[in-house]
């Protein structure tokens, strides 16, 4: 899975609680994402890293946020978790995409927001 | 917004059958790639094309592209067991944002 690791894996959590959900790469990457993955929608991308401490929101980005304070750590923080956050979560890395770089996931965290 | 939309949604065949799928997309790339995935997984990618590019081939896999139509198709020659997955388009989001837009989706069944 090229060097990416997500944690945790599976989460249940209650409504109002804020949740924070970390990708973990160790190849180096500039770019690094976070989508999530819902029935019916695909994959939607929430925010995005070009490098330390440089991020911006994806097209679905309201109710995260995130932070990368070292370039292999990128977090993603459910402020005040609601049901409609129930998702599976993916981290991405890669090099920049309009140049043809390719995305590499791990393998997803599982969210439930009861 | 969906970028890329998959045709069909769902797809059942035989093993041994070719598998195409297809890739509408709305605005001017530079690539597209293709990516599947195994239930319960990440994605894993493909194949990428560049929009300089008509075809492409990667072992039992065969991707063209057609920017004039905006459209790319996802040929799986000779298919097996192993292929069923879900398979997804992916376009550069581009608009000053980076990263993919995934389409949907196409279900892959390969039937024993």
């Known amino acids: 899975d090229a060097g990416i690791t997500q944690s945790p894996r599976h989460k249940v959590t209650e409504t109002g609680t804020p949740v924070t959900l970390r990708c973990h790469q160790t190849e180096n990457h500039r770019y690094m994402y976070w989508y999530r993955q819902d029935p019916g929608h695909g994959l939607r991308l929430i925010h995005y890293s070009y490098g330390v401490k440089d991020t911006d929101k994806g097209e679905v980005s309201d109710g995260y946020s995130v932070s990368r304070s070292k370039t292999e750590d990128f977090l993603l923080t459910l402020e005040s978790a609601t049901s409609s956050q129930t998702s599976v979560y993916f981290c991405a890395i890669s090099h920049e995409i309009t140049s043809g770089g390719e995305a590499f996931f791990g393998q997803g965290t599982r969210l439930t927001v009861v | 917004s969906q970028q890329g939309e998959e045709d069909p949604q769902a797809l059942s065949i035989q093993e041994g059958e070719n598998a195409t799928m297809n890739c509408s997309y709305k605005?001017?790339?530079?690539?597209l790639q293709w990516y599947r995935q195994n239930s319960g997984r990440g994605l894993v990618h493909l194949i990428l094309i560049r929009s300089n590019e008509r075809e492409k081939h990667s072992g039992r896999l065969r991707v063209t592209l057609d920017t004039s139509k905006k459209s790319s198709s996802l040929l799986i020659t000779a298919s097996r067991a192993a292929d069923t997955a879900s398979y997804f388009c992916a376009t550069p989001s581009g608009g000053g944002a980076d990263g993919l837009t995934f389409g949907k989706g196409t279900h892959l069944i390969i039937q024993p």
């Open positions: 605005t001017s790339i530079n690539n």
